[in-house]
């Protein structure tokens, strides 16, 4: 039987005491808590110390800049949802909120919580006593990846939807520690290492996004899962197309579910000023196999997770660009 550990929670009331307090051995941030609290039920994770930060108003807005937006970390998936501006001129974004869980989960579930993601996988999101008789894994105590089991790399994969989607409007993270502030590219956040899939500095917090609006792209997200109203992602492609299919302008590509960290796709430029045709289709697929790589993270097959993550991608291929 699972219980919940033995932790202390803090009430911070800015961002400075946040950060201050997350520097304590053993402390997590907690937002809308309905990944952190499922998996410390189970048994995933001993936090000492939880940092609650439902009560920091600054990570709570969503404001029009200049040439896009900038989104608190504290921002609900329903508030997403709410927002008129977003559906109409960032759809991808309000598509990829749309998927995830259920509309229960999207009143508490935030956007901070969503992109800092715990990987996931078969052997490690288990109870403690199911981990403990295969010997854990490079995740959590052990010394091999049960998915790779030659590897040196723990090959969890990263789940969350709203990244790919952030990821087509070149979107930038702004962090805060006590070391001070610093932006970078969303796509710094991650590396491909389920162990440690984030960059962020001990203690470091996410307090907000900005992204920039595409000017005439037709975007999109679409993800498979094997129950569609609350599982994670098997493949998630997010697409923004500028063109027609009898001349490819433009396309950016972003995965999640396919990697340790969310795949924003390289070379697509080879692309630009052709035809979708079965010829393009199939360098798009040649691209796609260079960089993206399905392990046995899931109860479902590698191989099908692949197919699957080149089918969604042709299918928006042809949506966006008819």
């Known amino acids: 039987m699972e219980f919940m550990p033995d932790f202390e929670v803090k009430h911070p009331k800015t961002i400075e005491e946040a950060v201050v307090l997350a520097k304590q051995d053993g402390a997590v941030f907690l937002a809308g808590g309905t990944d952190l609290l499922a998996n410390l039920r189970r048994g995933v994770g001993e936090p000492k110390v939880v940092v609650d930060l439902t009560n920091i108003e600054e990570l709570m807005s969503i404001r029009e800049t200049k040439d896009g937006l900038h989104i608190g970390a504290g921002v609900t998936l329903n508030q997403?949802?709410?927002?008129?501006?977003?559906n109409n001129d960032f759809?991808?974004?309000?598509?990829a909120a749309r998927t995830i869980g259920g509309t229960t989960h999207q009143y508490n579930a935030t956007v901070g919580g969503n992109l800092c993601l715990d990987t996931r996988c078969q052997y490690y999101n288990q109870s403690h006593w199911w981990r403990n008789a295969n010997d854990f894994c490079l995740k959590y105590k052990g010394d091999i990846c049960h998915v790779a089991p030659k590897g040196k790399v723990c090959r969890a994969a990263f789940s969350g939807d709203l990244a790919p989607a952030m990821l087509l409007h070149r979107a930038?993270?702004?962090l805060?520690?006590?070391?001070?502030?610093?932006?970078?590219?969303l796509a710094e956040m991650y590396q491909e290492d389920g162990a440690n899939s984030l960059t962020l500095l001990p203690g470091e917090l996410l307090v907000a996004?900005?992204?920039?609006?595409?000017s005439g792209y037709k975007t999109a997200y679409k993800k498979m899962?094997?129950?569609?109203?609350?599982d994670f992602p098997l493949a998630g492609v997010a697409m923004a197309a500028l063109g027609t299919?009898?001349?490819?302008?433009?396309?950016?590509?972003?995965?999640?579910?396919?990697?340790?960290?969310?795949?924003r796709l390289t070379g697509l430029e080879e692309l630009n000023g052709k035809i979708l045709d079965e010829n393009t289709l199939k360098m798009l697929r040649k691209i796609l196999f260079k960089q993206i790589m399905p392990m046995r993270s899931t109860f479902t097959p590698s191989t099908y997770r692949?197919?699957?993550?080149?089918?969604?991608?042709?299918?928006?291929?042809?949506?966006?660009?008819?």
Do not use: F, H, M
């Open 176 to 185: 805060v520690s006590i070391e001070g502030s610093r932006t970078i590219d």
């Open 245 to 263: 299919a009898d001349k490819i302008e433009d396309l950016r590509i972003a995965y999640t579910g396919t990697n340790s960290q969310p795949i």
């Open 80 to 86: 997403l949802l709410s927002n008129e501006y977003i």
């Open 172 to 174: 930038e993270a702004e």
């Open 209 to 214: 996004i900005k992204i920039t609006k595409l």
């Open 225 to 230: 899962r094997v129950r569609g109203g609350v």
């Open 91 to 95: 759809n991808v974004i309000s598509d």
């Open 306 to 322: 692949r197919k699957v993550a080149v089918n969604l991608t042709y299918r928006l291929a042809k949506e966006l660009l008819e």
